[in-house]
């Protein structure tokens, strides 16, 4: 049987819903786009909701680059009280008394775990480790040493007041973060940091970069998001560390050929800069990385993508 | 202020006479291919009625009014709309004050006032999901309850997507985000046209004339939606009508790096010299050539200023 080629090429901005897993919402816009071939930038836990951007057809080539944007989440740490997953899916695995917490005494925490800190990433998570994944060796009562990782906290903030539940003190916080931080531990590590425990619920990620929830041009439905032009999206991307570039016809078939050029579109550039390059109809045909001394194909789409 | 329905008919009796109407109603910003499709469906109606075609829309985009702090930036500014109106062969466009109190209007007295007193009408064409007055109350259920006593009919269309869901409908909205993600061909696709803002030259800080390349700095209302920084082939229009190639670099100000913050538009005319100081310019986006990029010298400046303009005489040919 001949495979039906890719037809639908481009992006969608989600705005998950709880119960879903991220996997869920893969499997219904390949339904609802027909196309098989589809992607999705970060995981999202079941119970949490927010932005999920989604990748369809040539697209998924290009999904690599969003993965690393900063992500901004908000969610509520429930303080005396851990879990076997850090959030509440888990059950309680351990509890203290901190019914005497105070907001000062949280944000003098939270202000410890901003920045560059090093992170232990949990148990219950999709990290392999010796070739296996962790939730999986978690599933079956194993524990295994990891090892932290470095993550940035761009921003930590803490909400205006302590609540209850249950007799615990629950504090709503705001957090941005590089790609690859955990909330889950964030949370986790500020119950530590003030002589307890603590865990995480009611996550939710505002926002990937500038694909917020809530504003207008951004998450929808699973079932209402728009399909967005590749190039929309990578020009989102625009920054330091990349910038689009158009070519002429002539440039334009060379990289088609997948040759390393001297120079493309802007002078200069740093070693490992990317440059998103369009073609004269402003179609996405290209990721070029300079190496030391030109620039070099990262992707070449196979077709140009609108 | 609201403004009686004879007065309102008055607005337009010289080009309805005294003929009913077939009217659709909306913002109409930036007047794109769907608004047309919309338009030429009054417009057959209306030849077919022997009644005057008429699209009703208002001074300012209703959203500036009822949600400020989120109303989308324009596509057309109010002079830009009615051309663009007065280009689709509709016989007129009455053009309703929209204030704080026209906003609390309720649906029901709009629907008498403007429709039934000012223009008689005799047929209501608009989307399937239009609403309209105080809180988005009106919609096309009470256009059809009042549509008996008032002798009009309703024709409410269905928003045409491709049933994959490949293709969002044309909307003001899909444009602005098209926009939004420096995607002016796609924007183009779906107004019919090349994305056009207008502006006044002001002084800039004529740093391009000292390099070679001097630039129109136009200053355009911030209420306008421009495409996301970056250098463009354009096209300009003069005062006199003449028409010039353009690389145009969007960016903002070097001492404000807020997104919200609107940018800075410069225009660098090409085969153009002459004092643009205090003229009206009028710019159209055709491609995106480049992200903006600070530069380390003069030199660099120049060479990508050139690079830029070889580039955009090409891609406008």
Redesign the interface.
């Known amino acids: 049987m001949v495979r039906k080629p890719a037809s639908v090429h481009g992006f969608v901005v989600v705005d998950k819903p709880t119960g879903m897993t991220s996997h869920d919402v893969v499997a219904r816009l390949r339904r609802r786009f027909n196309e098989r071939r589809v992607g999705h930038s970060g995981t999202l836990d079941p119970d949490a909701t927010g932005v999920l951007i989604v990748a369809l057809g040539n697209a998924t080539r290009l999904i690599q680059f969003l993965g690393g944007l900063p992500k901004s989440y908000t969610g509520e740490v429930v303080f005396g009280a851990a879990t076997s997953t850090l959030d509440a899916s888990g059950e309680v695995v351990a509890t203290c008394d901190m019914s005497s917490l105070s907001l000062d005494a949280v944000r003098t925490a939270a202000a410890r775990l901003t920045g560059e800190i090093m992170q232990v990433p949990p148990m219950v998570s999709a990290l392999k480790v010796g070739g296996r994944r962790l939730h999986e060796i978690a599933r079956e009562g194993g524990e295994v040493e990891r090892a932290p990782r470095p993550v940035t906290i761009h921003r930590f903030v803490v909400g205006g007041e302590v609540e209850r539940s249950n007799e615990n003190p629950v504090v709503a916080i705001d957090v941005t973060c590089s790609s690859g931080t955990y909330v889950r531990t964030l949370a986790a590590d500020l119950g530590d940091l003030l002589g307890g425990v603590a865990h995480l619920r009611n996550l939710r990620r505002r926002a990937i970069g500038d694909f917020v929830v809530g504003a207008e041009h951004d998450a929808r439905s699973v079932d209402e998001a728009p399909l967005r032009s590749a190039v929309s999206m990578m020009s989102h991307l625009d920054g330091v560390n990349m910038a689009v570039v158009s070519v002429d016809d002539d440039t334009a078939a060379k990289i088609a050929n997948g040759r390393a050029l001297s120079s493309l579109g802007i002078i200069g550039g740093r070693e490992g800069e990317l440059r998103v390059v369009l073609n004269t109809r402003n179609e996405l045909i290209a990721i070029y990385r300079r190496a030391s001394t030109d620039w070099k194909p990262e992707v070449v789409m196979p077709a140009p993508l609108a | 202020m609201k403004i009686v329905g004879a007065a309102l008919r008055n607005s337009v009796v010289d080009a309805i006479g005294d003929r009913r109407c077939v009217v659709t109603i909306g913002a109409y910003d930036g007047v794109h291919l769907g608004h047309r499709a919309v338009i030429a469906q009054v417009r057959a109606r209306a030849g077919e009625l022997g009644a005057a075609s008429v699209v009703v829309t208002f001074d300012r985009h209703p959203a500036s009014v009822v949600r400020p702090e989120?109303a989308?930036k324009l596509l057309t500014d109010p002079a830009q709309k009615l051309e663009l109106l007065e280009s689709t062969g509709v016989d007129a466009t009455l053009v309703v004050p929209f204030d704080a109190a026209a906003s609390t209007e309720a649906p029901a007295d709009f629907v008498r006032r403007v429709l039934v007193d000012a223009l008689a009408v005799r047929g209501v064409i608009v989307g399937e999901d239009f609403h309209f007055g105080h809180k988005r109350g009106g919609n096309v259920a009470l256009l059809r309850e009042m549509s008996a006593q008032h002798d009009f009919e309703v024709v409410p269309l269905r928003l045409v997507a491709r049933a994959?869901?490949?293709?969002?409908p044309v909307s003001s909205?899909?444009i602005?985000?098209?926009l939004?993600?420096?995607?002016?061909?796609?924007a183009s696709a779906m107004l019919g046209r090349d994305h056009e803002v207008r502006g006044t030259v002001g002084k800039g800080d004529q740093r391009g004339r000292t390099i070679g390349f001097p630039t129109a700095n136009v200053e355009v209302d911030p209420a306008t939606c421009l495409p996301?920084?970056?250098v463009y082939a354009a096209r300009a229009v003069l005062p006199d009508g003449k028409r010039h190639d353009a690389a145009v670099n969007l960016g903002r100000r070097p001492t404000f790096h807020d997104r919200a913050d609107h940018s800075l538009l410069e225009a660098h005319l090409l085969d153009f010299a002459g004092d643009l100081y205090g003229k009206q310019l009028r710019v159209s986006f055709v491609?995106?050539?480049?992200?903006e990029?600070k530069?380390?010298g003069v030199d660099?400046l120049r060479?990508?200023l050139q690079?830029d303009v070889a580039?955009a005489r090409?891609?406008l040919q």
Do not use: C, I, N
Request: a neutral charge; aromatic letters at 6%; charged letters at 30%.
């Open positions: 989120s989308p994959d869901g490949v293709d969002e909205t899909a602005r985000r098209a939004a993600g420096g995607d002016v061909k796609r996301a920084d970056g491609l995106f050539l480049r992200s990029r530069f380390a660099d060479a990508q690079h580039h090409a891609a």
